[in-house]
């Protein structure tokens, strides 16, 4: 029940990129999953989160603005687009899914590099 990441690269500063991430369903029902994201020698830290139902939508204090994170529940896909790419937003972006059965899955991440 691994979700499955993409759309990580190598940019430049000031591009953008849309990270996407698929939940892995099979008999399991998606409830709210979130993007974090862990640059190199940092802890794991929360980049935004998406309720199912309400489709609310929470950010950490210091991605407020250039980041959007938005989900197709048809596809059980969330998305985190990220604007105006800088440097210090080199990091692996995790895909976070908890199912209404109780239990919770981390993807594998997807790596996006900044070039200054």
């Known amino acids: 029940v691994m979700p499955v990441e993409s759309g990580g690269g190598l940019v430049q500063a000031g591009d953008s990129l849309r990270l996407s991430c698929a939940a892995a369903?099979?008999?399991?029902?998606?409830?709210?999953m979130a993007w974090y994201r862990r640059a190199p020698g940092t802890h794991r830290e929360l980049v935004a989160r998406?309720?199912?139902?309400?489709?609310?939508?929470f950010y950490a204090d210091a991605m407020q603005g250039r980041f959007t994170i938005s989900r197709d529940n048809v596809k059980n896909t969330v998305y985190l687009q990220i604007d105006s790419l800088k440097p210090e937003d080199t990091a692996m972006y995790y895909c976070?899914?908890?199912?209404?059965?109780?239990?919770?899955?981390w993807g594998q991440g997807t790596q996006v590099t900044v070039s200054s």
């Open positions: 998406i309720t199912f139902s309400s489709n609310n939508t």
């Open positions: 369903v099979n008999i399991y029902t998606v409830h709210d």
């Open positions: 976070f899914v908890e199912y209404s059965e109780g239990f919770n899955s």
